[in-house]
């Protein structure tokens, strides 16, 4: 059964779909999610504190999703092409993870400003020390690292660095088919592309580095590609 910190939010990114922000009420918000007024301010404090949550809900919503999409059975090229497709369906769905991806805020989303000083974060998280939002980038580097993490056990080893770096390349391809139109008949899906990124990074997938003679991340000596 949902909390009603749960029902409240769901209540308050419901309200976001036909009102801007500064017309969204608490007393709507609570009667939606069929709570009281006191109820809402006891979960989150005020308008700014239900803010807050939405954005850090919005952001911790997406990272979970990648750790689901990189959970995928498969290689290297399936669990980043999972990745990639639910960042597409994530950005397209929720309007805050498009504006915490991309950076595009405007009148209709509830962005919330520093805390007073003096005042506690009635939510505190590893969004809270912030002035505002995650940046777009913050965001992306947590996601990337999730990637790193979950396909840096596969075997063949990995290239650490080679890794991330294909990483970061496949979720702001991502980010491009999100907000992008692809051409109709096309399917407008990211997989195939990002195969075609993984498959063209060998050194990110096998552990090899793409550098001759060079030592690789983890201090052992590179291997030397013949002439």
Not at 19 to 38: I, K
Not at 97 to 126: I, Q
Not at 151 to 177: F, G, K, M
Request: charged share 20%; net charge positive; with cysteine.
């Amino acid at each position: 059964m949902p909390t009603a910190r749960e029902l409240l939010l769901d209540a308050a990114l419901s309200a976001l779909a036909t009102l801007p922000w500064t017309s969204v009420r608490m007393v709507d918000v609570a009667s939606a999610a069929g709570v009281s007024r006191q109820t809402l301010h006891n979960e989150f404090g005020g308008k700014d504190g239900l803010a807050r949550a939405l954005v850090r809900d919005a952001a911790d919503g997406y990272l979970a999703g990648v750790e689901r999409a990189l959970g995928t059975a498969g290689g290297t090229a399936d669990r980043l092409a999972a990745t990639a497709a639910w960042t597409v369906r994530a950005v397209r769905a929720n309007v805050l993870v498009k504006a915490l991806l991309t950076g595009c805020w405007n009148e209709r989303l509830p962005r919330p400003g520093p805390l007073v000083a003096g005042c506690p974060d009635p939510l505190p998280g590893p969004w809270s020390a912030g002035p505002g939002p995650p940046a777009p980038a913050e965001l992306l580097r947590r996601a990337g690292e999730r990637a790193v993490a979950a396909l840096d056990a596969e075997r063949p080893p990995h290239d650490p660095e080679a890794l991330a770096v294909t990483c970061e390349i496949v979720l702001r391809l991502a980010l491009s088919y999100a907000l992008v139109p692809t051409p109709s008949g096309t399917g407008g899906e990211p997989a195939p592309l990002v195969r075609h990124v993984v498959a063209r990074a060998p050194y990110a997938v096998s552990g090899t580095s793409p550098t001759a003679g060079a030592r690789s991340p983890r201090g052992s000596p590179g291997r030397s590609t013949p002439a």
